[in-house]
């Protein structure tokens, strides 16, 4: 079968006057030369014109943010630059950036809203009780580590389509930074350093996580040749080589006899174009993500139910417990309805119009009252009859100066995915089956965020299991105003929806509303408020929750957001003080 290839500049753009305004001192020394050298011939076309005084980027960490950099200094848009953060994610990001996974990418390009799904989907051989005993009983870990735990990515498909679309610079350029990066390595963080000590203990003896990232040691350079001849190949050879060449055959002879992703499934993967929801809020038109993602539908049925609600929300402070308490029942529904009705669309035809009907949120948010007890009526999903979720994913946001922005969230479900690496290719692979509600209707399961399973999210042969990624945009007057996202399986939505509140309904700074306390309720654990480390719940405010009925029970983790604002024409990139990430203007 033909691999493409695709060497040739498209859509020439203004490359080299845009790479002058770059300032030389912004650009870091390591990739000037890799990415700015080879400038193309190009033909005479019309600049387009410039709708912000400077592109941004907020990233999960600063290696990304210099590859984006270097990227729009070569005079790449906001797509190439996003494509050149996600490969180098995967190189400096090993727990949550990947080849191996899948994720959502919202984009806003030339004035139009799009969608891409590179989920990853269930193999051929999957079968609805694959991670059952002979008892009926599921098989502790088995969906979650090693090569059972795999499903068929979609990353590099994803980048590839993305790319192909809408970049301006050569494929090979923007995966220039990713290779330089596998090939000289990155300094690691001492925080990669610890999830890789804390995590390796679960892959111990069952993959060969240990024999690729025992030698990652905090400080010091970690380099990974194969890694790095797997991203030439590709560069080389484009991103149907992941599915067609040499790294298909790696993969499948990586799964063969222990797991169940095969060549056929590899071939047979393709990313989809889908629209993005959209809905009206506060004078913004929001851009999310639709199913599989249940964060979309999710973000604005919460944001609609709070709106609703304005007079009960009226002059309670931000986070006090009886502000809490009304988030909490917005929160209930919004998991019941997510628990009940969403899962692959390519599956079922799912009420996505009637969960984001205005009357029906109205209604909804009528039910909603201070003086409710927290689980004392279980919230039933409202059209009719929805689970926690794990570290590690990654976000970040780009805009360029066009007015171009891309807001992508990738995954490989669990910290460092189902450890298994694939030899000869040095990537790892994603545990995303895990997503997958693995035992209908038995409460705790992972896939489902915690609650009940979901029978719209069992596993079946080539479905795409149920998200909770939430990349999203928000324009004014069509030009974009929010690109934000993040990590933490069902705490996404929750998470953008605090940060995207704090910064509209209380006009807080960016740093400010990614800096304010978070918390987290689902439809289960009924009466269960989450806190994190970052901001804990204590002292006055545990106890009037407690008063109010809440049990509080702390979690290490509440999101890594990464948003960029443009409330002018100045973009200003945020990135969230929990994590390693960076807010970057580029002039
Ligand atoms: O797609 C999902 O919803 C999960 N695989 C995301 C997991 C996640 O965000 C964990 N992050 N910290």
């Not at 493409?4 to 030389?24: C, G, K």
């Not at 090693?146 to 993305?162: L, T």
Request: glycine share 10%; hydrophobic share 40%.
């Amino acid at each position: 079968m033909p691999i493409l290839t695709h060497d040739a500049p498209r859509a020439p753009f203004a490359f080299t006057s845009f790479a002058r305004m770059v300032t030389a001192s912004t650009l870091s020394a390591t990739f000037a030369a890799c990415i700015v050298a080879p400038a193309p011939a190009l033909a005479r076309t019309p600049q387009p014109k410039a709708v912000f005084d400077a592109s941004a980027v907020a990233a999960p960490d600063r290696y990304s943010a210099d590859a984006a950099q270097q990227i729009i200094a070569a005079g790449g848009n906001a797509v190439d630059a996003a494509v050149a953060m996600a490969f180098t994610l995967a190189v400096t990001r090993p727990d949550a950036g990947n080849l191996g996974g899948g994720g959502f990418m919202t984009l806003f390009v030339d004035g139009k809203p799009y969608f891409l799904d590179y989920r990853e989907r269930a193999p051929q051989q999957a079968t609805r009780d694959m991670y059952l005993d002979d008892k009926g009983n599921v098989v502790p870990g088995m969906s979650s580590i090693g090569h059972r735990a795999v499903a068929v990515p979609g990353s590099v498909d994803g980048m590839w389509q993305a790319q192909q679309r809408f970049g301006k610079l050569k494929w090979k350029q923007v995966l220039a930074p990713a290779i330089r990066y596998a090939t000289e390595g990155f300094q690691v963080d001492p925080r990669l350093q610890q999830q890789r000590d804390a995590t390796a203990k679960n892959f111990a003896g069952k993959t060969n996580f240990d024999a690729y990232f025992s030698s990652m040691k905090a400080g010091a350079s970690y380099r990974q040749p194969e890694l790095a001849q797997t991203l030439t190949r590709i560069a080389s050879d484009g991103g149907r080589e992941f599915y067609e060449g040499r790294t298909a055959d790696l993969l499948a002879q990586q799964m063969y006899g222990h797991g169940f992703v095969t060549k056929g499934d590899l071939l047979q993967y393709k990313a989809v174009w889908r629209q993005p929801l959209t809905a009206n809020w506060d004078g913004y038109q929001v851009l999310t993500a639709p199913p599989p993602s249940s964060g979309g539908v999710g973000l604005i049925q919460m944001l609609k139910m709070k709106a609703g609600l304005k007079q009960a929300f009226d002059g309670l402070e931000l986070n006090s417990a009886p502000y809490i308490h009304l988030v909490a029942q917005i929160e209930d529904r919004v998991f019941a309805d997510r628990q009940q009705y969403l899962g692959d669309p390519d599956s079922y035809k799912l009420p996505v119009d009637k969960l984001l009907d205005d009357a029906y949120l109205s209604q909804r948010a009528s039910e909603i009252s201070a003086d409710e007890v927290p689980g004392a009526t279980p919230v039933k999903a409202g059209l009719g009859d929805a689970a926690p979720e794990k570290a590690q994913t990654t976000h970040f946001s780009v805009v360029d100066k066009w007015g171009n922005a891309v807001s992508n969230t990738t995954t490989l479900d669990g910290e460092f995915g189902s450890g298994v690496v694939v030899d000869g290719a040095g990537f790892l692979l994603n545990d995303a089956m895990d997503d997958f509600v693995t035992k209908a209707g038995a409460a705790g399961q992972s896939g489902a965020a915690g609650a009940t399973g979901a029978e719209l999210n069992t596993v079946l042969a080539g479905r795409r299991p149920l998200s909770s990624m939430t990349p999203t945009i928000l324009l004014k007057d069509n030009k974009v105003s929010l690109v934000i996202g993040t990590p933490g399986g069902s705490r996404i939505l929750t998470s953008i929806f605090q940060v995207m509140t704090d910064l509209y309904d209380f006009n807080m700074p960016p740093g400010d509303a990614l800096a304010a306390m978070r918390f987290h309720h689902q439809s289960l654990p009924p009466k269960t408020i989450y806190f994190e480390p970052y901001r804990p719940i204590t002292g006055e405010l545990a106890a009037q929750l407690q008063e109010l009925g809440y049990v509080l029970d702390g979690q290490s983790f509440n999101g890594d957001v990464q948003m960029i604002r443009i409330d002018g024409t100045t973009p200003e990139p945020a990135a969230d003080p929990r994590g390693i990430g960076v807010g970057r203007v580029i002039r």
